[in-house]
């Protein structure tokens, strides 16, 4: 019978830790992506000014074309169930993103395959097919901040 508490105990603080778990999870997730978008976000601005100059620098912008392609790859590991606004931390995340899995696959899968396409076009140096190839991807960025992320 002594071993009945501790073992009591032992369940109680076995699920405190799971809940806690999955708070901190959900924590993690939206921090991840959050970061993942920022990176987007800074590597695509810095291809737009470089792309706005007389004579744009193709290597920077090879360069950020990378990066952009580098996380859009990352993006469908960014979103876990339950890391959306029902966890309680602050995100733009919308809830649709989890109801409307496929089609926000389908936008996620959209947004890399242009990135993929800026990359290859952006290591070609041809600025005009750049050009052509970054609003491509930019759209892609629009339709799906259009559907799954809080306006601001
Ligand atoms: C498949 C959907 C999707 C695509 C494609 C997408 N985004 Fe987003 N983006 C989101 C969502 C959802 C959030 C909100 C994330 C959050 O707050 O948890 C977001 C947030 C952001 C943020 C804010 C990050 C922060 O918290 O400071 C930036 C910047 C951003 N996106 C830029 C871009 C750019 C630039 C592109 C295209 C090159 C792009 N995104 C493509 C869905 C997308």
């Given at each position: 019978?002594?071993?009945?508490?501790?073992?009591?105990?032992?369940?109680?603080?076995?699920?405190?830790?799971?809940?806690?778990?999955?708070?901190?999870?959900?924590e993690?997730?939206?921090?991840?992506?959050q970061a993942g978008?920022?990176?987007?976000?800074?590597?695509?601005?810095?291809?737009?000014?470089?792309?706005?100059k007389g004579s744009p620098d193709a290597r920077l912008i090879a360069t950020n074309a990378?990066?952009?392609?580098?996380?859009?790859?990352?993006?469908?590991?960014?979103f876990p169930?339950?890391?959306?606004?029902e966890a309680g931390f602050k995100t733009e995340a919308k809830p649709n993103i989890w109801t409307d899995s496929a089609k926000f696959a389908t936008a996620a899968a959209n947004f890399q395959t242009e990135a993929g396409k800026l990359q290859t076009v952006s290591a070609s140096g041809n600025i005009d097919a750049?050009?052509?190839?970054?609003?491509?991807?930019?759209?892609?960025?629009?339709?799906?901040?259009?559907v799954y992320r809080v306006e601001k």
């Open positions: 019978m002594t071993a009945a508490k501790p073992l009591a105990i032992a369940l109680v603080l076995a699920l405190g830790a799971t809940g806690a778990l999955a708070a901190s999870a959900a993690t997730a939206i921090a991840t992506r978008y920022k990176k987007v976000g800074a590597a695509f601005k810095a291809i737009s000014d470089e792309l706005k990378q990066i952009v392609n580098a996380q859009a790859a990352q993006v469908p590991k960014w169930k339950g890391s959306g606004p750049i050009k052509a190839q970054f609003r491509a991807t930019g759209g892609t960025c629009k339709a799906c901040h259009d």
